[in-house]
């Protein structure tokens, strides 16, 4: 959204200048640098920041060798870059409290909670002095995995908050958390009017269904709509879209995986192995964190054949999801 907040050149022609250098240094291809160059146009409002990263962000998405070359290039310069970045903040902030109109400025990086592996330690742990040169109030959001790393990851940052699932049940009990099921409807119907679903039980199998995933809550809703011809969403509609749902989950479960998920679900809640497959899985959503202090199968793999298989050698478990 545009500020309108005129900010004077001497703010901005320094961070249009780094883009420049950066394109000039990146490569020897005219597309990739007029796909930066077109970003460094002049403005003189406060999209001119977000217009650069959008470009910067565009040309590493296009090309593998690209990505290589730009990320080399911003890790050499980035301290330049925080430098100009650092002018011109509060600049923006003096501006807003002038106008009464906010105290200071947030920014929400969002989408970083999807960097696995090296890519994710790189980024919130051996180059966080990079992120600690801005000098900016700053929300990331980070894979569940590095918060694991509570000693690294601690050190460089004011506040963890660990985000988990809505708790649509205890574990082992069926007796609904009703908060969690009066909330979910509400994230649905204000992007989907109730009239859109033949009957509430519909909904409710579709929440069901999303183990207390927002995420997946809407992805099983637009599953839904890839059903319609026309009218509401029908509870046969509903349980298609949690089927392939399942079949997308079924990519990301290797068949060991079955007993070692059976046997979290089945066991108490402090149960809670911490190791390299659970890591994976709590990344990949097949396990969920359901109250940062206990796991659960999320119930799209549940309903794998691989897992039924695995909870009923198991004696009595999980093997479904929470009541309706």
Known sequence: MEAGIE???VYLAPLQEWFRQVSHQISRSSSVDGALATGAEVKTRLPLVGSLFAHLTTAIRSNSTWKTEIREQVRNSF???????NQLLPFVEGELRRQGRARALIFVVDSTDRLRGDEAEAFFIRDIHQLRQLRANSIYSAPITILDEQG????NFD???????????????AKRNE????????????????????????LDHLIAHSGGHPRDLLRL??????????????????????RRLSNEYRRLVQPTDYRLLADIDRGPPAHTPATIETRRLLYDLVLLD????????????QALEGYRSAAAAGGAGADGPPAR
């Not at 359901?290 to 793999?301: G, I, K, L």
């Open 159 to 173: 506040a963890i908050e660990r985000l988990t699932m809505l708790k649509l049940a205890d574990k082992g009990s």
């Open 290 to 301: 359901c109250n940062s202090y206990w796991w659960q199968t999320h119930p799209a793999v």
């Open 7 to 9: 900010v004077p050149q």
């Open 152 to 155: 690294a990851v601690g050190q």
């Open 179 to 202: 908060i969690a099921w009066q909330r979910l409807p509400e994230l649905v119907h204000k992007r989907l009017p109730a009239e859109n679903f033949n009957h509430e039980t519909t």
């Open 221 to 242: 809703v637009n599953l839904c709509f890839q059903e319609i011809d026309e009218g509401p969403i029908t509870q046969a509609m509903a349980a298609t879209a949690a």
């Open 79 to 85: 301290t330049d870059l925080a430098h100009r970045f």
